[in-house]
């Protein structure tokens, strides 16, 4: 399938690694025009060093910039060209008990997991309007219903998204821009990786038993009873990032292999 991105320009916040590179991947195979995104000058060159493997003659940006720290994300709104698809996808989560969880990890949570797509979507969106055709995707999870006591702060600034997400899909009633919302499950990113590696070591089993055990003991209700490999979330985000996705708007696209219940 053809997902008419070529001449299209995506920026994808958070991606030198798991879901966020992995979408990058899949928009340069469409032959998308790429920016990414990372905290350090040198994790983005070795990110594009890996795509370049696989996609040597692609057009791909680097722009640094923590969006934790407010200096850093005003110099890359300076530095963006013209955005058509806008992946709000840079998070970060602290797993901690709610009564020991600082304000400061509260904060931080929030300004880099919600802040970051308030920032980019107020620069973005508006030139989008004028153009009459955008796409913006925000970065959910599964966190955002299912909530892990363990990890409140981040389910907040996940559910806060979906609320962002659908408020800004309504200002576009009309308009070739779409907005919606990506809600991935437990996906097998290179923490979740890490995740199982240590508790296999810890626990003398096989990487294996361990994730077999965490879907039957805690993400009970997943129907996938796996990690989903980040490819297959990003391939999904590419599909709604695309000219084909222009009738779905202000919606919630769940990739999360049914841990969330519901028929809607």
Known sequence: ??????????????????????TARALLKEGARVVINGRTEEGINLAIDKLKEDFPNADILGLPADF???????????????????INNVGVYKSASFFESSDEDW????????????????????????????????????????????MIAYSMTKAAILAIS?????????????????????????????????????????KEQVETEFFSDVRTTSLLQRFAKVEEVAQTIAYFASPLSSATNGTVIKVDGGSTGGIL
């Open 166 to 206: 659908r408020g800004l899909a309504q200002m576009t009633k009309g308009t070739r821009v779409t907005i919606n919302t990506i809600l991935p499950g437990s996906t097998l990113s290179e923490g979740a990786e890490q995740f199982l590696e240590q508790a296999a070591i810890k626990e003398e089993k096989t």
């Open 68 to 86: 934790g720290i407010l200096k850093e994300v005003e110099s890359l709104l300076q530095q963006l060209p013209k955005i058509d698809i806008l």
């Open 107 to 150: 904060y931080r949570q929030f300004e880099i997991n919600v802040m970051s797509g308030v920032r980019l979507s107020k620069y973005c969106l508006p030139k989008m309007l004028d153009a009459n055709w955008g796409r913006v995707l925000f970065i959910s999870s599964e966190c955002a219903t299912l909530v892990p006591t363990d």
């Open 1 to 22: 399938m053809d997902l008419q991105l070529k001449n299209k320009t995506a920026f994808i916040s958070g991606s030198t690694a798991g879901i966020g590179f992995a």
